[in-house]
């Protein structure tokens, strides 16, 4: 049982920078690869990135790589992302979510990998 809740997320300006958080509400998410996903206004939910279970892998999107990084505090049970250099084309409601169906925590990326999601955190960037 894996509950994630989303904080972080707000209107801000094109080139700013923005700090998402995912923290574990239930059991702990540490041995768990984690991932971030977006949804925008009428478009598919997509992949942003995610990283796995002790931090040492991560995986990008191509559409955030060099602006966005993704990392994590197991000891807090906590899953980040920070956002730099944010675009219009970044605004969308971002989730985090865990993949627990198997007991090996690398890299994930397809939806249909994790099991486990939060409920998401709007960010909205202005020109």
């Known amino acids: 049982q894996v509950q994630l809740v989303e904080s972080g997320g707000g209107l801000v300006q094109a080139g700013d920078s923005l700090s998402l958080s995912c923290a574990g509400a239930?059991?702990?998410?540490?041995?768990?690869?984690m991932g971030w996903f977006r949804q925008g206004p009428g478009k598919e939910r997509e992949f942003v990135a995610s990283i796995s279970w002790n931090g040492l892998s991560t995986y990008y999107a191509d559409s955030v790589k060099g602006r966005f990084t993704i990392s994590r505090d197991n000891a807090k049970n906590t899953v980040y992302l920070q956002m730099n250099s944010l675009r219009q084309k970044d605004t969308a409601v971002y989730s985090c979510a865990a993949h627990t169906l198997t007991i090996w925590g690398g890299i994930y990326y397809r939806e249909n990998d994790f099991d486990f999601w939060g409920q998401g955190t709007q960010v909205t960037v202005a020109s």
């Open positions: 239930g059991r702990t998410f540490s041995g768990y690869s």
